[in-house]
């Protein structure tokens, strides 16, 4: 299409296009251009991938300008109500076609219920750090019976997630947990009821050698595991890579059997007599949303999403 314009392109094109752009780019940016640009913001297959990630509420969030700034300012989310009316408003664009959704720290209730009954299609849905009200969403789990993939903000509902995935959702394939705490009764729950998974993310978790070696035995279609910078065993383990030698990616650098900042304590007549975070460690992975405030944690979502299945026709396509 030499000397061609980009608004002659092709319609459907267009939509392939704009359907990565993000959020930000289709309200403020895009529909602004030229008329086809406008018509292509239309189409709800502009809509299938949702990232709501990084809309924050509070005294913290300040003006800088970026996209992200520029809608808040835009649709004056200053608060819950505000957030879950845009929330709604953009999904209700998607025409219940959504394959994609990022939810945001500030989700609430009326939010969730809405996705669920609004995302029959939902492949990938990425949840923060939750609050009381995200309690009830293992039991929203059976309205997403196509959903492949979930990134969990922490491990407190793992085995209720994992229990209703097992039952409702089967083409899952992909489960990523942050700074999760995997005992034995997590390590089985993975193996018993997910055991065809493919992709498995633990960063900074908390998991002794055997679990994860639970783990890597009994689930053998992995391809891609990501246990970097944990506690309970060390990089490099000899058997650990023996029992991973399977697996396409594994990553596992930074993992230590302790924690040498100090950060640990041992507990007597526990039966896990392992580490415990500390209060400094719970300030340390504070998870707001998808991205952290002072760590790596935006990288990783990003860098996860970007692996070999969402070019395919994995869980992260749309």
Not at 39 to 57: N, V
Not at 142 to 150: P, Y
Not at 181 to 195: C, F, G, M, Q, R
Request: with cysteine; aromatic share 14%; charged share 25%.
């Amino acid at each position: 299409m030499e000397g061609g314009k980009w608004e002659d392109l092709n319609m459907d094109c267009l939509v392939n296009v704009f359907g990565r752009v993000g959020i930000e780019s289709l309200l403020l940016d895009i529909p602004f251009v030229c008329k086809s640009w406008f018509k292509a913001t239309l189409s709800c297959q502009s809509w299938h991938k949702l990232d709501f990630s990084q809309i924050s509420i509070g005294p913290w969030f300040y003006y800088d300008g970026s996209k992200s700034s520029r809608l808040i300012d835009k649709y004056q989310l200053k608060d819950n109500w505000a957030v879950t009316e845009f929330i709604k408003y953009v999904i209700k664009r998607s025409k219940r076609s959504a394959t994609f959704i990022s939810l945001p720290g500030c989700c609430t209730e009326e939010a969730l219920i809405y996705i669920a009954e609004e995302c029959p299609g939902l492949k990938t849905l990425m949840l923060p750090l939750p609050h009381d009200h995200m309690l009830k969403i293992p039991k929203l789990i059976s309205n997403w019976k196509s959903l492949e993939f979930l990134r969990l903000g922490n491990s407190n509902q793992m085995q209720e997630f994992i229990t209703e995935i097992s039952i409702h959702c089967n083409n899952f394939v992909g489960l990523s947990v942050v700074s999760a705490y995997i005992w034995k009764d997590e390590a089985s729950a993975i193996v018993t009821l997910l055991p065809n998974i493919n992709y498995l993310s633990l960063r900074y978790a908390s998991m002794k050698k055997e679990n994860l070696v639970m783990i890597l035995q009994g689930c053998k279609e992995l391809e891609y595991v990501d246990v970097r910078d944990c506690i309970g065993f060390n990089e490099g383990d000899d058997e650990i890579l023996k029992f991973a030698s399977h697996i396409r990616t594994f990553k596992h650098k930074g993992s230590c059997l302790f924690d040498d900042v100090d950060y640990c304590h041992y507990e007597d007549n526990v039966d896990l007599d392992f580490c415990h975070y500390e209060d400094n460690d719970i300030d340390y992975c504070h998870y707001d949303g998808f991205y952290m405030d002072n760590g790596p944690y935006e990288d990783d979502y990003y860098e996860d999403l970007d692996h070999d299945y969402c070019h395919g026709e994995g869980y992260c396509s749309g």
